[in-house]
């Protein structure tokens, strides 16, 4: 069971009780064993004692942040909408070390590699102060990153899903990109019990973010079992995760339109669709991707795995299963055809696969 999903109730599968038409009654009497002043953290790995909050704590903290998510967003489609083209030019036409140096200026605490939570996990004994923010930004914002984002094409990708989509579609991904802190327990959300806090589906600021009793939603409780709704405290530090994602991205768009004063000045949408006049290489961007993770024309899993956590959550249907098994396929057969024709790929291969071998481990 992921680690994500609600505090205790993980334990309902295991006890035999995460059946999706388990009563509300049920999922109460057994939740009721367990003092809510005490709540422990249920993983693969064992529990811990977790932190609680109150719904004073999140009704007054929500709105604030919802306020500047939104707000933050709709600055942000404006933005493009009417400088997107221009923004995606002149970003182009700057070195790596040009990119690097508006992204330090914007964020100067901003990791240097790729994937920094990993580099924490690594490095859990952090000295002071300034270290452990470091790392906790890290941990909350894996994809910000010199590595990645100054290259040409991850920002401009990130730019063109984040305005166009409503922060509700990034919910799940935003929640799966903290997985390494939240494993890890380097991050460890408040917990809540008897609130749901709905973000997936909802599409209007009035009800982005809204909290539902479960007393008066018996559907509730099951569903932040299901992971369709979150508990408060994980839902809040969803939102917080947003809003920064967000105000860096608005950051970043006046950095680089730094000699045009309406960019800065720019607080409400405009007319009409918020990026009616998105430029054509970011609107196509599928026909656009670099010529280098392109295989026989048809997508590599390498394409995929670096563009994803840049562009709007994917739904997953036929197609999209078909092209992923695609790329899988051309990707083995080209493995194959080096195996054949590279001798040294060939020993490499073997030695690889002779060290992970039982009988190759030290004792």
């Given at each position: ?39 422990n953290f249920a993983n693969e790995e064992g529990s811990f004692q977790i932190d609680t909050t109150t719904i004073e ?12 998510l939104l707000e933050a967003w709709i600055q942000l489609g404006t933005i493009m909408g009417q400088y997107g083209s ?176 309406a960019a800065s000045t720019i607080t409400s949408p405009i007319s009409g669709s918020l990026c009616m006049t998105m ?85």
């Amino acid at each position: 069971m992921p680690i994500l999903r609600h505090p205790n109730l993980v334990k309902l599968t295991a006890d035999g009780l995460g059946s999706p038409t388990m009563k509300y009654d049920e999922i109460m009497s057994y939740l009721a064993k367990y003092p809510a002043s005490k709540i422990n953290f249920a993983n693969e790995e064992g529990s811990f004692q977790i932190d609680t909050t109150t719904i004073e704590e999140v009704t007054s903290s929500t709105p604030s942040v919802c306020d500047a998510l939104l707000e933050a967003w709709i600055q942000l489609g404006t933005i493009m909408g009417q400088y997107g083209s221009t923004l995606n030019k002149r970003w182009l036409n700057k070195t790596f070390d040009q990119r690097k140096e508006i992204l330090i200026k914007v964020y100067p605490e901003i990791p240097q590699v790729h994937r920094p939570d990993f580099v924490v996990l690594r490095n859990e004994d952090l000295p002071d102060r300034k270290t452990k923010i470091a790392a906790d930004l890290a941990l909350r914002f894996p994809h910000i990153n010199l590595e990645d984002l100054s290259q040409a094409r991850p920002l401009l990708w990130m730019l063109d899903s984040r305005c166009r989509g409503f922060p509700s579609s990034f919910v799940n991904a935003d929640r799966d990109s903290i997985r390494v802190g939240l494993k890890s327990k380097l991050i460890v959300p408040k917990y809540m019990r008897g609130y749901a806090m709905y973000l997936n589906g909802e599409w209007s600021r009035e009800t982005y973010g809204r909290l539902v009793s479960w007393e008066e939603d018996r559907q509730a409780v099951l569903k932040c079992y299901q992971g369709i709704a979150l508990d408060p405290g994980m839902g809040l530090l969803v939102l917080e995760i947003q809003r920064d994602v967000l105000q860096f991205l608005v950051r970043v768009s006046m950095a680089i339109l730094h000699d045009i004063p309406a960019a800065s000045t720019i607080t409400s949408p405009i007319s009409g669709s918020l990026c009616m006049t998105m430029p054509e290489i970011l609107a196509r961007g599928d026909e656009k991707r670099n010529p280098k993770y392109m295989t026989n024309e048809h997508e590599s899993l390498t394409a995929h795995i670096l563009e994803a956590p840049y562009r709007t959550p994917e739904v997953f249907g036929f197609t999209k299963l078909k092209s992923l098994a695609e790329a899988k396929y051309y990707e083995t057969q080209d493995h194959f055809l080096l195996l054949h024709e590279d001798p040294g790929f060939f020993a490499e291969m073997i030695h690889e696969g002779c060290g992970q071998t039982v009988e190759a481990v030290l004792n």
